[in-house]
């Protein structure tokens, strides 16, 4: 019980180091394109349709996803729940996907 839990804890602490490390090389990257082009990202103008569609509807697909889920599905919460952890969890996947889908925009 304790060597699986601190093989998770593991695992999650080497995931969060990456994390912070692909954030430390993107933050890098804004800053080269500042200097190159006086911009962090490209204007909407300049955006190709695909990616505008992705920044519209991939927000709108996971907010409805969400809902879908707390109100109809397995992982809804009981009568005297207002969350349950696994609601808790695919929200925080949900936040990730939502704030990795404005990177990815952005640069």
Do not use: Q
Request: hydrophobic content about 55%; proline content about 6%; aromatic content about 14%.
């Amino acid at each position: 019980m304790v060597a699986e839990t601190l093989v998770f804890a593991a695992g999650i602490i080497i995931c969060i180091g990456i994390e912070l490390g692909m954030l430390g090389l993107v933050l890098k990257e804004l800053e080269e394109n500042k200097v190159k082009t006086g911009r962090y990202s490209v204007p909407w103008s300049d955006l190709p349709p695909i990616r505008k569609g992705l920044l519209v509807a991939l927000p709108l697909t996971l907010i409805g996803f969400f809902i879908w889920i707390y109100y109809y599905s397995i992982f809804s919460p009981g009568p005297d729940e207002l969350y349950n952890h696994e609601i808790a969890v695919i929200g925080l996947f949900f936040i990730l996907a939502l704030i990795g889908n404005f990177w990815f925009i952005r640069n």
